[in-house]
């Protein structure tokens, strides 16, 4: 799955919970989480 959408409430989920700015997200959290959630890729970009 790929899903820009997804990556971006995800975004902004991390950062609720963390108490941060979503500029202030870990990229390597978030690439972990989306992951998890099944996602491989944004756009034609593979995240692994």
Known sequence: ???H??????AAALALRH???VQAVDT???VT???HQG???LG????I
Not at 5 to 10: I, K, L, N, R, W
Request: hydrophobic fraction near 50%.
């Open 28 to 30: 390597q959290m978030l």
């Open 39 to 41: 996602v491989n890729g």
């Open 19 to 21: 108490n941060i700015a």
């Open 5 to 10: 959408g997804q990556a971006v409430g995800t």
């Open 44 to 47: 034609n970009m593979p995240l």
């Open 33 to 35: 989480d989306l992951i």
């Open 1 to 3: 799955m790929h899903d």
